[in-house]
Structure formats: structure tokens, C-alpha cells
């Protein structure tokens, strides 16, 4: 059997993949000369919006600056509350603290590691009785599989707080035949290299469907400006796409559907080859997922990670503490009961190298290494 380096995401398969097309578009805009807010930039937000069927898309900087820019679009501040799982990437509670309001912590279910609606519910209450303004939930989807929308919104609603999806790991997938970006009042999502559409560099993108706060997202990006360049009608930031970039996912956008597939294909290997070993991902019935991350709860990882790493496969822990627990965060309240499952899912989960160019010779040694060491 090889004992062959296996990349965690294999960029270099796709991009030969895509041959001269990507270097070319670069080459393009490198030529054309407009790097800021060039041509390629509406084009690829008319792409997006009909890939996905959202009426408006900003692109922008990052993930990052794309969920904070509705933040500050929606005037969140101090005293407000925002609910965010306490699993997950940090920049989805950063934002929330960015503008001085307090992201609260809310624990989520085991089965698809999403968002849980009951505790959302009992953390709205508990903010209320501790003289928080609860204001809105940022539901992630994570490891590419969307939040349970159809069981949070209802929650949201009943309060009075809108929803924003945090799909930095999830574009491309859809929920009741119904595409990410179109759930809540806004989505934003994340280019980074490694997530399911990457760039080669930074990128996000934000999707509404709402006039007015399309609106007001432009403004922001672009420090607050009004209808004239030099005039600042609101604090805003500079957060906008280089033209290079959106050039390149102009040209990975055309190959994203087919490696959707592929990455499905991928993790149903994965699922038949390691149920009866491990606890494997499980989507629910109505959603898809785009795989950002085929992830596994063990009860002895740190031996099945030994034997991964030993024999060449690289592992990665998402996420290792949850964020409620980190230095960084902890001073910020966390619903009613803690959050369990987040502190479970931390000590258990391992991911394993997840991308549409998996070879099938290659995932079956990954396999076996696993079912050997577990
Ligand atoms: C990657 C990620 C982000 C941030 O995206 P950047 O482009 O890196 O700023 C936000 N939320 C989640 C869940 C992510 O995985």
C-alpha cells in the first residue's frame, strides 16, 4: 500500500483541472487595469445570484467583514444580544463583539452539529431576564450542511429577531430544494481558499433579498459613501473583493457544480466504509450538504489521529474548544445549562481530508487506517 503525502484539500488537482482558464482571467484583469471593483466583480455577484437565486449579492473582502457588514447595517450595538453557536469558527461570535454588542452562546445538537432550536428558545429567555435586548441569531452551517432554518425561524419570529445564516461553509448546499443564501434576512459566506468555492486569497459575499439593505451594504463597504465618492453618509469600512479574485471564482464557479457532486460522492464512501466503526456525519432528510468537512465523532481520537498521522493522512480537529471556553470569549454569557454538547463534540470530533479529487484507492487506505485504529 503507498504511503504517499495525501493532501487535507487537494487545490492542486483542481487547478489543473482548470487549466488556462484561471490564468487567463487573472492575466485578464492584471492587463485591463481596473484591480479595484473591476468588471469581473458585478459579473461574479450576477453569477452568484443566479447560482443560488438570491435577489441581491455584495461581494466583499471575507467571511468575516460579509457578517459583520450586516451587523452594522442592522445598527446592532452595546446592550444588544446576538445568539451564535458555541461551536464554530470564531469570526461568527467576533462580529457580534466588533460592535460592541454580546454575542450569547447557544449549545448545538450532536447529530448534525448545528444549532439548537430548544436551547435557542431557553437562551432568548434567559437574556431577557438578565436585561439583554435580544436582537437577532446567527445560525452557521456547519461543516457545509445548512442549520435547522425550518425549527430556528419560528423561534426567531415568535421573539422578534431577525436571522442571519453564517454559510461561510456551506454555498452550494440547499435545504427542501431551497439554495443557501436565500434563508433569513441575510447570508453571508466566505472564499477562503480552503472552503467549498475558494479563491486564492480572501473573498465573502453577502445575499439578500431586501432593497433597503442591499442598499445601505454597498455604503458600508465602501466607507459609508453616499451617491458621491467623497461623501460619507455613515461609518463604514473598506471591505470590497479584489477584481483578481472575483475573476478567479468567476472560472471555479463553472466547475463548482460537478465537484458538489463529487464531494458527495466522496463522503458516501466515507459513511459506507466507517458506520459500523465510528459515529459518521448524518444530513437530514431534505438537506444537502457540501462537505466543507467530513467529520467524525470518535471515542478515542487521539489514537486514530497516532495512526493517521503515522501513516501519512493528515487530520484536523474542528473545533477544538468550544467558544464559550475561549480566552478570548469567555467573559460573554452562554444559554441556560451550558453547552454540553459543544464541550462533547470538541473532545470527540476529527476530520479527515475532504475534497472532490479524493481518489478512490486513496480514501480506501484512509479507511482503513481508521477502522484499524478505532
Ligand atoms: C471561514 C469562516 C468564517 C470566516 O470567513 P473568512 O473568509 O475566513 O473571514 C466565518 N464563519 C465560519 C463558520 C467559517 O467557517
Keep these: 500500500m503507498s504511503t504517499a503525502p495525501i493532501p487535507f484539500i487537494d487545490l492542486k488537482t483542481q487547478r489543473a483541472r482548470l487549466g488556462a482558464a484561471v490564468d487567463e482571467a487573472i492575466l485578464k484583469v492584471v492587463n485591463h487595469g481596473a484591480y479595484i471593483m473591476g468588471p469581473e466583480v458585478a459579473a461574479l455577484e450576477q453569477d452568484l445570484a443566479d ?3 438570491a435577489k441581491h449579492v455584495l461581494s ?3 467571511g468575516t467583514d460579509a457578517l459583520g457588514l450586516v451587523l452594522m447595517a442592522k445598527g446592532v450595538g452595546p446592550g444588544d444580544a446576538v445568539f451564535v453557536p458555541a461551536f464554530t469558527f470564531v469570526a461568527t461570535a467576533e462580529v457580534v463583539a466588533w460592535v460592541g454588542a454580546t454575542p450569547v452562546f447557544v449549545d448545538v445538537r450532536e447529530d448534525d452539529f448545528n ?7 431557553a437562551s432568548i429567555r434567559w437574556a431577557r431576564d438578565n436585561d439583554l435586548r435580544p436582537v437577532g441569531v446567527i445560525p452557521v452551517d456547519l461543516f457545509g450542511q445548512p442549520a435547522d432554518y425550518p425549527a430556528i425561524m419560528p423561534v426567531a419570529e415568535a421573539e422578534g429577531l431577525w436571522v442571519m445564516s453564517d454559510a461561510a461553509q456551506s454555498f452550494g448546499a440547499k435545504l427542501n430544494n431551497r439554495a ?3 434563508y433569513g434576512i441575510a447570508t453571508s459566506t466566505s472564499f477562503f481558499p480552503a472552503k467549498p468555492l475558494g479563491c486564492y486569497g480572501d473573498g465573502g459575499a453577502v445575499f439578500t433579498d431586501d432593497d433597503d439593505l442591499i442598499e445601505v451594504l454597498r455604503s458600508l463597504r465602501v466607507h459609508g ?5 467623497y461623501e460619507n453618509v455613515r461609518i463604514g469600512i473598506n471591505g470590497r473583493l479584489d477584481t483578481i479574485q472575483a475573476a478567479v471564482l468567476i472560472e471555479k464557479l463553472k466547475i463548482f457544480p460537478d465537484e458538489i457532486e463529487a464531494r458527495d460522492h466522496v463522503a458516501q ?10 459515529t459518521v456525519p448524518r444530513v437530514r432528510s431534505g438537506a444537502t450538504s457540501v462537505w466543507a468537512q467530513y467529520t467524525l465523532i470518535l471515542e478515542n481520537r487521539e489514537r486514530v489521529a497516532a495512526a493517521c498521522r503515522a501513516a501519512n493522512i493528515p487530520t484536523a480537529i474542528y473545533y477544538p474548544i468550544p467558544l464559550s471556553h475561549q480566552q478570548g470569549y469567555k467573559h460573554f454569557p ?6 454540553p454538547v459543544s464541550e462533547r463534540l470538541s473532545a470527540g470530533v476529527l476530520s479527515l481530508p475532504m475534497h472532490p479529487y479524493l481518489a478512490p484507492e486513496v480514501q480506501d487506505r484512509i479507511i482503513e487506517v481508521v477502522r484499524a485504529a478505532v
Aim: glycine residues 18%; contains cysteine; hydrophobic residues 35%.
Design 51 to 53: 447560482f443560488c437565486g
Design 60 to 62: 466583499c473582502a471575507n
Design 115 to 121: 444549532m439548537d432550536p430548544a436551547h435557542l428558545a
Design 180 to 182: 443557501v443564501g436565500t
Design 225 to 229: 459613501q453616499g451617491t458621491d465618492k
Design 269 to 278: 464512501r466515507y459513511n459506507a466504509g466507517l458506520a459500523d466503526v465510528a
Design 334 to 339: 452562554t444559554g441556560p445549562g451550558g453547552v
